[in-house]
């Protein structure tokens, strides 16, 4: 199955706005052209649900939180708990969002459907090996299970993802 059929079969996350769908998919053509991979939707181990978690070659962990509007961000304030599980936090908007909104220790992405640009880049915050470890294999899994819908949309237990 080729990479563009793959992704015509993948089931629309209705979860988000027209502007957030956008928005990740320029954040997520940006990681693919700096050479990393990335998933949307990711679960970490404290329940939350990061809007983008990318693995870079080197092993390095970003998350992104996308916030499609200025009430988006105002409404949303659990994006401090993400921190412990990647080396860099970014926030990603559309253009219509101001960008002084966004914390200062927290990185930038402006992005749109068809790509994004990193406008600041946060400070390090390296994991711990274990951490890693973890997020790293938790990130393989999604991905093998992901690729396994994919291949065998009936046969994925609930949960799986």
Known sequence: MSAALAYAVLPPDRR??????HVQRGVRRLFSELGCVSLPEFSLANGRRADVIALCPAGRLSIVEIKSSVADFRADRKWPDYRDF???????????????????ECGLIVADAFGAAILRIPAD??????????VTLRFAHSAAALLHALADPGRVKDGAL
Not at 86 to 104: G, N, Q
Not at 125 to 134: C, D, E, F, I, P
């Open 16 to 21: 988000q706005s027209a502007t957030a769908l």
């Open 86 to 104: 990647c080396d860099r936090f970014f926030f990603a908007i559309p253009e219509t969002v101001p960008e002084s909104l966004i914390p200062e």
């Open 125 to 134: 915050h390296t994991l711990s090996g274990a951490r890693r470890k973890a």
